[in-house]
């Protein structure tokens, strides 16, 4: 079993759709959550960075963190064409040993 | 404006060469910075966890001869691809931990190319 598992998709959905994105882990030492957007042929870009559990929101996108499940999710809300990229959720423990999930390539169709 | 600056972005080296990438923070120090590799439509895969003044911690299976890491100040991590072949083309990726507040930033990515 992979430590962080993520559904590579491809996911594509029409603009102005709600998007979802999930991964799940496995390893409870956890603690910090990131997403990040990755354009073709660029690096990742923090999108969000969580701590522990709980919600945060920051614009249009919205991340959650519930680690009794072991599940994080990321909400984009009144998705763009510009949204569509990979997402990579990303997560370590306190020894700074980070984890990726595989990506999931998302598409935003006008 | 990117916080983290990896130079060069592209470069194309004769088998057999050296290749050197280097990796900048720019507006913070990070004691840790890390070295991935990409290959297309695969996620990141972590080579090696660099750590200013120390050597670096490579992962399972990555030669530690062929991809030289020096992380010699706060600020700049270089990965150095040693006797390069074409099967280490990828796309290589730096990362690097903020020390005051704990996230990760990533560079622009260097495109590796041995022909």
């Known amino acids: 079993q992979k430590e962080v598992e993520q559904d590579p998709g491809p996911l594509s959905v029409p603009e102005g759709a709600i998007v979802s994105l999930n991964c799940t882990y496995s390893?409870?030492?956890?603690?910090?959550f990131m997403w990040y957007r990755q354009y073709s042929r660029k690096g990742p870009e923090l999108l969000m960075y969580?701590?522990?559990?709980g919600n945060k929101e920051d614009g249009r996108f919205t991340a959650q963190v519930d680690k009794s499940s072991k599940y994080i999710s990321l909400f984009i809300r009144d998705s763009q064409p510009s949204d569509s990229a990979t997402y990579l959720c990303?997560?370590?423990?306190?020894?700074?040993?980070?984890?990726f999930g595989a990506g999931t390539r998302l598409t935003v169709k006008p | 404006g990117a916080v983290v600056s990896q130079h060069p972005s592209w470069v194309i080296c004769k088998s057999g060469t050296s290749v050197k990438i280097e990796c900048r923070s720019l507006?913070?120090?990070?004691?840790?910075m890390f070295w991935y590799r990409q290959f297309p439509k695969q996620s990141l895969m972590l080579m090696a966890t660099?750590?200013?003044?120390?050597?670096?911690?490579?992962e399972q299976g990555v030669e530690k001869d062929k991809f030289l890491i020096n992380h010699a100040s706060l600020t700049l991590s270089t990965l150095t691809v040693t006797s390069a072949h074409p099967e280490d083309s990828s796309f290589y990726i730096c990362?690097?931990?903020?020390?005051?507040?704990?996230?990760?930033?990533f560079g622009e990515g260097s495109w590796l190319t041995v022909v």
């Open positions: 390893n409870s030492a956890f603690q910090y």
């Open positions: 990362s690097a931990r903020d020390n005051s507040r704990g996230t990760i930033y």
């Open positions: 990303a997560m370590s423990a306190a020894n700074n040993d980070m984890r």
């Open positions: 660099s750590n200013e003044g120390s050597k670096a911690t490579y």
């Open positions: 969580t701590y522990s559990s």
């Open positions: 507006d913070f120090q990070a004691t840790t």
